[in-house]
């Protein structure tokens, strides 16, 4: 009986774990691709080092920035929507030279400004955490990062007419290996 489980087991996981190595091995970044190009701007790039952290913080270190930013009222009122990417230089300490490399007005440029600014030590902190875990690599996260940040306005009327319900609209985010609301 004891020999039928083991081989029951090994065959199981003889099939699971190609499937399972090979579902990981083909995440890297939502945002960047393998080589560290920004995925909606291919003209920007982080260095390999930095991409090898990125990809381990990555979750983290967005669920941090994209709590922080709102949405502000002149650029709902204004029906203000688009994409935007910030651009920020990560020392040891801190974020610095904060910058949007295209804004889109209606305050949203100073909302993403002021929640990086406000986050940059913690942001910091995540990525000091993975090259800490990281260290036998010898790989550092400083150099620039680019984020693309997306504010979108739906129209509740046109949402309720196309799907037929009432939308919900909420956002979870795992972070530190916990959800967050």
């Known amino acids: 009986m004891k020999q039928k489980t083991h081989r029951i087991f090994s065959i199981i996981i003889g099939i699971l774990f190609p499937i399972i190595t090979f579902s ?7 945002i960047y691709n393998d080589n560290g190009q920004l995925r909606i701007d291919t003209t920007l790039k982080i260095n390999q080092d930095q991409f090898k952290i990125w990809h381990l913080s990555e979750n983290n270190i967005l669920a941090i920035i994209s709590n922080n930013i709102k949405f502000s009222n002149l650029a709902k009122e204004a029906g203000i929507a ?10 040891t300490s801190d ?29 910091v ?13 010898r790989i550092s996260y400083l ?9 979108s306005l739906i129209d509740l009327r ?3 007419k196309t799907k037929n319900t009432i939308p919900v609209i909420d956002s979870k985010t795992l972070l530190l290996d916990r959800w967050i609301e």
């Open 82 to 91: 688009g994409i935007a990417i910030v651009a920020f230089d990560c020392d």
């Open 158 to 160: 046109e949402e309720m």
């Open 24 to 30: 990981q091995g083909s995440f890297k970044s939502y």
């Open 95 to 123: 974020l610095s030279n904060i910058r949007l490399i295209n804004k889109l007005g209606g305050g949203l440029d100073e909302s993403i400004i002021e929640g990086i600014e406000k986050m940059g030590e913690r942001v």
């Open 125 to 137: 902190l995540e990525f000091r955490l993975i090259q800490n875990l990281k260290r036998r690599d």
């Open 143 to 151: 150099g620039t990062y680019y984020i693309p940040i997306e504010f």
